[in-house]
């Protein structure tokens, strides 16, 4: 991570339920709302599957104001 992108704090998104999964995008934004005092410096997004079960987990990396 370069030193533009150096946060402070993360917050983990994360569901293996279907119903879940949909609302991640609404879950996401109300918390971005509910923050308005940080800013989102970089992102990951990762999914892991079984036979049975499928995550997706979305990681915002932010920092302060």
């Not at 410096?41 to 892991?48: E, I, N, P, Y």
């Amino acid at each position: 991570m370069s030193i533009e992108n150096e946060f402070t704090g993360l917050k983990v998104f994360s569901s293996t339920l279907a119903r879940d999964r949909e609302a991640m995008g609404e879950n996401i934004t109300a918390w971005l709302r509910e923050n308005p005092d940080i800013e989102i410096v970089d992102k990951a997004v990762r999914q892991s599957s079984d036979r049975e079960f499928h995550c997706v987990t979305i990681v915002l990396f932010y920092r302060e104001r």
